[in-house]
């Protein structure tokens, strides 16, 4: 069952200096006292711990407590069930996280920020795409090959083994969720180390998965600090695979604590820096407007494919402009418990630091701050930093290239079709990209030439591309290996290939029978 709200994380929670505004009200906590409920065996030195099924005692740090938990990991391999009654539990987890959907968005919105309604959206989001998940694992077959007569080749496909995963703090439920979800439905165990940040919905989650059906020890969450409990985790000799979502500078460690260990596998979801590129020829500016100021505004510019710079044509750009202009002043900000709000606090005062740092440098770089100049004389409290519009970017400036992480949209024109693609690819990034024309050939042309792994290309706004199951990989720093779909399963599956002499096989079986 629960485990009832521990005063104990409410006083964590308001006493974290690199929290935000809301970490300084308790009172919110103990109103919600009776709605909110977490796991945790131990809070110690500021950081939770808590592997399920795996306690942590005397002290221990996170990094003990996760050694401990991958210790005991290959005797909780899934093969202990069959794989599609295992995929049947997975899918249970999903009606799970659905029936608790307002605990598991309070616990984000309370950590970092996330307007409440939007973190509701997200844990249906999470239990959606889970299933999803499950049943195309039901749907993976391996191959027969080619071979000589007598002869059976097979191309099969078995779990990679124990999984580590580190999720960020920006979509505490969801990514964590969609590493979860694909490794678990590829057969595997698998060891979390969420956010320091935000980590109370992925301990919840442990609970959860047992109650579903989740064999104990085979979903383990462990939280800590990146240095402690990150770097064991990746260098852990008995870690088959990391996957990972974060900054690049932290992905490029992870690589070396890899390659130092066991050579273990990685997929790596880093920084992103996406373009939106409008063509002259679009006649909706009203709804791409909308469209662009969501890709920038949503949970605070907090999104690893938050559309950050729009590309431009000269042409259209100030009747552009002021749509979206008018846009980013009709945010609602506020207190993200607030369900009419939608535009919260930046995730910490580190966050918040950073962002304004690159505010400063921006103007040192000459671009012109078109939108949310009078925060840097009089900033809002808390770590709320209102939405900011550069105009007159250039291709090499520092803003226009490196990741913000935050609600600051970078506008840079364009005459020629050469011109965009050169403006969008002069960033080490390649995440996403957008392509707003109305001529099919031009966007196609330009979406093969950008550099990044998943490209949309549309005449005007309208329903979501309902795309199940689809896979994409990242390109350049923004990191490598597939997510999503039968590939981001297939990335956490190791390939055998088997022959089997069937002359051989039959005569041993049945002495009197022969293969012609």
Known sequence: GHVAFHAEAAAFLAADDDGFAL????????AHGGLVKFHAEQLSDG?????????????????????????????????RKPHAAFVHDTEAVGVAIEAEAEALALYDTLEMGIPVSVSMEDVHGSARALRVTADLATTLTDEVLPSRRGTLALNVHEPV???????????????ALSKIGAALSAGNSIVLKPSEIASLSSLRLADLAVSAGIPEGVLNVVPGLGPEAGAALAGHHDVDMLTFTGSTVT??????????????????????????????????????????????????G?????GSRLIVHRSVRDALMGRVLAHAAAVVAGDPLDSRVDFGPLASAGQYARVRAYLDLGCAEDAQMVF??????????????????????????????????????????????????????????????????????AGLGIARRLRCGHVAVAGAPGEPAEVSGGSFEPHGQSGFGAEGGARGLRAMMK?????????????????ACGIP
Not at 23 to 30: L, T
Not at 164 to 173: C, H, K, M, Q
Not at 425 to 436: H, I, K, R, S
Request: hydrophobic share 45%; with cysteine; proline share 5%.
């Open 251 to 300: 992905g490029k460690v992870l690589m070396g604590l890899a390659g130092a260990s066991n050579l273990k596998r990685l997929a790596l979801e880093c920084g992103g820096k996406s373009a939106q590129i409008v063509l002259p020829d679009v006649s909706d500016l009203d709804g791409i407007a909308a469209e662009i100021a969501r890709g920038i505004l949503f949970n605070s």
């Open 372 to 441: 949310g100049k009078e925060q840097l004389a009089h900033p809002p409290a808390g770590c709320m930093l209102m939405p900011v519009i550069f105009s007159d970017v250039s291709k090499s400036m520092r803003i226009a290239r490196e990741e913000i992480f935050g609600p600051v949209l970078c506008v840079l024109e364009f005459d020629t079709i050469e011109q965009a693609v050169e403006i969008a690819n002069a960033t080490p990034y390649g995440l996403v990209g957008t392509v707003w024309t109305g001529d099919l050939a």
């Open 47 to 79: 950081v939770h711990l808590m592997a399920r099924g795996h306690s942590a005692h005397d002290g221990a740090g996170p990094a003990a407590v996760l050694l401990q938990v991958i210790e005991g990991e290959r005797e909780n391999l899934v093969r």
């Open 495 to 511: 390939l055998k290939s088997l022959s089997v002499d069937l002359g051989a096989a039959a005569r041993h079986l049945h002495p």
């Open 23 to 30: 970490h300084e009200r308790a009172d919110v906590f103990e």
């Open 161 to 175: 083994g124990v999984v580590g995963a580190i999720t960020p703090w920006n979509f505490p439920l969801y990514i």
């Open 302 to 306: 907090q999104v690893c494919t938050a």
